[in-house]
């Protein structure tokens, strides 16, 4: 496509807009993340020389002159971003992101900011619903290893840590974005010792602070017996398999009576936020637990279905004057899309609760709502520097909470209200008429 | 666990295997996929002093002593492993990849490689299951946008060109991997021409041999007749929404009539296993079905439950004269491992069709079965060069039709037989008394 833009002298200025279409079964909503990787990567987009070679070489582009190898040795994205802060409660055909550029610029880094993007807000969001089922127990990261490869685990981490969980096993997810790291021994370090109480004196010898020792190798309760006998009181015990609630009661208990009542109880184990929220009924004395599957790869909902739209082409090239733009929509048989250029209005109740949204035309004002849509790039370079994660997964364990408790449901959410403004109602019954006629 | 085998001086060699304990839902079978970059990952694995500072000013580490960090700073992984080629059909319980090396090395590479090797060995399983279900048409992966990140997309079009996919819309999977790619246009392209018929000359005259037309932005049968008018013969059109059944009939009815035989219909929107075999059912005219979400997220099933299970230690470091190792097994209340170094047999019959696999200790020896755990590293090192992926992906063509059709069902397939050797139910026997004991 940028190589039919190119060769056609397209030089039109777009603006698409990356939305949701349908939140997953079950979510009432979605927590924004990834807008960070997303700056990053369109500041910092480049093509190699090696990329330009494999391209010019490319059969396909047996018909493409040397201008746009050209073009691409030069290429820097320049365009303009909006978007909403990363943290911030999302419902669908809501823009997460808007981006203004030259259109072949905005065209390809379509892929990019779609796979980040909804990758790391559907991360988000699953941890939002793991918090939310812990009911102020910590849930803590443990997925790495299922992950869709490594790099899914490190991104992974970060928007776990943002949607509320505590920390990650993620070391590398620690080194690069500062999330606390949580680490326990695996059944293999139990095992490649002699026995097992040698290996929890071992471990505990070394993290006196931070030991927690995995407790179910062989027999969780004999084992119990061995973590008293150390004579110490380990940070915590965990517990990967079996009935969960009923060995977490007897582990509690055993504790207890040996005046270990400051050792805490990790749960693993396949365990989901439906999962967590049977335990807790069954009253299961859990402190912690540590999600791996069901977290990094969302396993219920794996994919949202994010899209790119193209929404609005200013005919005239960057850089001259700016006529109205012509806003552009899609009508097939089972879809449509929204025109122009989009702002999100919220609005909240006098205790703060959130009551619905606007999804309006840009230029629209509603007083007293907020505009969630910021202007965060101009040019190609951020406007403003990137928050600190902790004050990220902090905002949203602030506006959660201002969510109707009926759309927060683990089960069949109420759906939030997202009104379409009349301005907005009008133009694409606009469009639609002259698209369609 | 690593920095405790350090300060313990635990210097023993170890054995790891990794495999699925279970198959996932609708799984009669994997595609052994990931060997190339678990490979990569073994033989380049270094700790870098930005990731050694980081450790050493961890909190968790406050009592490890400066030797471990300058053990880290040398650090080279020195083991052997020995795997499943890739591109095998392989079963529950069955390793994929054996690793013996130094304890810690050994211990540290096991969430790179449990998320590398199940994660492509996902997406060469449901991109197989894809290529039968199309019964000869093709596959082509059109997913990265809703992969789990822009890596996760890179390896998913690698993953799923080995399970039989044509290719991949991933032109960065196409540079790295060589894979043939597949490129059509967005609903955007044709939203940001003035006229739909405009778009598609403007495509056509740059990609006179490979332009797949996308006809269903406004209106498809419309779209078709501009199509026609052309004059050429595109090499497809794309189908993306509507009744891909009817729609497809009537397309392909109009092409013919006017001449236009060789344009081959490509069809997408959601597609799966299930959705291709309903249209093959109903008659659908499709050529090609570019599949996305389902086949990058592997939607149905996101997870393998892989493991990487420590199976034996040799007391004594490496280099010395080795003793006899000690088989180790897990045996907690719902989850038990196979101790000891194992191999896997094949058998076939007389036609070639495989008949069973047995799951033996890795000194057994089966006339007439083949081993298909294979020494690929030694001393750190690669023994044999990569093979090209091209013949990686011509040998799971050739291998999954001797895998019995049953076993190849897209539902509830038939299991396939994997037997215990008595020598391996025996040393399960002895470990579980000697551990439980």
Redesign the interface.
Known sequence: ?A???F??Q?R?T?T?ELFVRTLPENRGYLVAAGLEQALDYLQDLRFRA??ID??RR???F???SPAFFDYLGEFRFTGEVWAMAEGTPVFQDEPLLRVTGP?IEA?IV???L???I???TMIATKAARLVEAAQGRGVVDFG??????????V??ARAAYIGGCLGTS??EA??RFGIP?V?T?????I???HDEEQAFR??A??????VILLI?????LRAVEKVIRMGCCPKGVRL????LADLSKEVRRRLDEAGLRDTRIYASGDLDEFAITRLLAQHAPVDFFAVG?ALV???DA?????V???VE?FEEPAGGPRKLPRP????????YTYPGSKQVFRSSGATGEYTHDVLACAGENYDGATPLLEGVMRDGRRTCSAPPLESIRERVRGLLPRLHPTVRELRNPAPYLVQISQQLAGLLEQVRNE??R
């Open positions: 496509m190589a039919s833009y060769e056609s397209v039109s777009a698409f090696e990329e494999y391209l490319h059969p396909m047996a018909h493409v259109i065209q379509e892929t990019y779609l796979s980040v909804t990758f790391q790495t290893r299922r992950a869709h490869g490594p790099e899914a685990g991104l992974a993620n070391v620690g080194l790291t680490g021994i695996a059944h293999s370090f095992m490649a010792h071992d471990f010898r070394l993290f006196p602070e931070n179910d190798t062989y027999d969780t990967d398999s079996g009935n599957t790869t969302s396993k794996p994919a949202l279905g994010g790119y739209k193209l082409v552009t929509a899609k009508f097939s048989a089972d879809k698209t369609l």
